[in-house]
């Protein structure tokens, strides 16, 4: 049987759902940055999947991540220059991250 996810990863990504698992096994079920579990919740109230992130250029999957972490490479444009601009903020200024 053919599911809405995996019709989306297949058309999206060119991904199938056995090719996310074992990415989501590979990362033990947690974000390839934060190495966190995801949190977001669907409408329903259900833990959301890990977001599958990949190269914008050349469609090549780069990991599974967290909805949060997805959101903030795709407001930083996934541009290196621009994190690390940030991150130099953040050191000259102050953090109360971890």
Known sequence: MTTIRSKNLQHRFKLTTDAYDQ???H???LCAICEKPEVNRDAKGKIKWLSV???HVT???RGLVC???NTALGKF???IVTLQSAIKYL???GS???
């Open 23 to 25: 990415q989501f096994i």
């Open 27 to 29: 990362q033990r079920g």
């Open 53 to 55: 992130d990949h190269n």
């Open 59 to 61: 469609g090549e999957l």
């Open 67 to 69: 909805y949060r972490c």
């Open 77 to 79: 444009g996934d541009s």
């Open 91 to 93: 050191e000259e200024r």
């Open 96 to 98: 109360y991250g971890e």
